[in-house]
Structure formats: structure tokens, C-alpha cells
């Protein structure tokens, strides 16, 4: 469970936005149901955006233990939410790591706790895939790296084009994985 300590001076600020920007669309903000929606709406974009107050580096160094296996480690299918930067419309989907140890290893929920630090920031797919991939290599020093990324998106789901089934794929490879495309195709297979 995660516990906020909001910083209510920021709370009422980004509240006052919230009121105009309900005005702007023809609502009246002081109608029962909208009372507090720009406190709440306020809230919810501070919690969607914590990857900006943490620290990728510091989540990945927390949990660094020492580990003799060279064999490919693989986390499947960890959920997301993130904003869409451009419409700031949520894009959600799974994420999967795996990393070939090289005298360390990391505590299996710190991978979770990275991709999550990079999610809840206003983001694009694609970046999100290579931040997670180059901040895992950089600061855990593994022999590769591979991350895929499957995610479906709102502004392309509600707005825009409108197509409810479609999918992104991305991936990103760096060390062992960039050179070995057997070692891709092993990650592939495993997912």
C-alpha cells in the first residue's frame, strides 16, 4: 500500500487548473458532483506521476545481490499504467525483462518498482522500453538486457483513430542481447 504525503500547496494549485479547465468545457465546477473532483483530480495526477520525485538508480542499487549464475533471468508480464505525453491519456499493458547475471542479481519486485518509476511519468511507449532496458544495464552491470513491452492506448482506443483492439509492441536489447540473436529468440520463446 502506498501511503501519500501530498504537498497541499501543490494539491490546491493544480486544483485551481483543474476548476478553470472544468469551466473551459462548459461545466459548472460548483455543481454537487464536481465539488471536490478538482482536489481528487489534483491527487490522482500527483500519484500517476511519482516516477518524477523517484529514483531509478537508487530502487535498482536497494535490492543488488551477488550471484555466481550466468543463466538468463526473466520476469513475464509486469502491468503498467502510464500518461500518454502527448494527449495525457492513460496507455497500459505488460511489461518482461530478462537480464544474464554477471556476479550480481536483483530482487525480483525492484524490477517491478523500475518499471513502474517510469511509467508514472508522462511518457511514450517506446522511451518507457528503452529507459527501463538502459537503467537496468547501467546500474546492475549484467552481461544484457532485453525488455518488451506490450501496451494498449487511449488515445487511440477514445479519441483520434478509434481502434479498439490494437496493440503496441516495443523492445529494447542492449549487452549480450544487442550481438546474439540466439539469445533474443531464447527470450522470446520464454515469454
Do not use: W
Not at 531509478?56 to 499504467?81: C, L, N, Q, T, W
Amino acid at each position: 500500500m502506498i501511503l501519500h504525503n501530498y504537498d497541499e500547496a501543490l494539491v490546491a494549485e493544480i486544483a485551481q487548473h483543474y476548476k478553470k479547465i472544468i469551466e473551459l468545457i462548459g461545466e459548472d465546477p460548483e455543481r454537487e458532483g464536481l465539488v471536490k473532483t478538482p482536489v481528487r483530480a489534483a491527487k490522482a495526477l500527483l500519484d500517476v506521476t511519482r516516477g518524477y520525485r523517484e529514483d531509478p538508480e537508487r530502487i535498482i542499487k536497494s535490492a543488488v545481490f551477488s550471484h555466481e549464475g550466468s543463466s538468463m533471468v526473466v520476469v513475464k508480464d509486469i502491468e503498467f499504467y502510464s500518461l500518454c505525453e502527448h494527449h495525457i491519456l492513460p496507455f497500459f499493458g505488460k511489461v518482461s525483462i530478462g537480464y544474464i547475471p554477471d556476479g550480481g542479481m536483483i530482487g525480483l519486485s525492484k524490477l517491478a518498482r523500475l518499471v513502474d518509476t517510469f511509467a508514472h511519468r508522462l511518457q511514450v511507449q517506446e522511451r518507457l522500453t528503452g529507459e527501463v532496458c538502459h537503467a537496468l544495464m547501467r546500474e546492475l552491470q549484467p552481461k544484457g538486457v532485453i525488455v518488451v513491452c506490450e501496451a494498449g492506448h487511449l488515445c487511440m482506443k477514445m479519441r483520434g483513430v478509434e481502434k479498439q483492439d490494437s496493440v503496441t509492441t516495443t523492445i529494447d536489447y542492449c549487452g549480450a542481447f544487442a550481438t546474439d540473436v540466439a539469445l533474443r529468440e531464447e527470450f522470446m520463446r520464454m515469454l
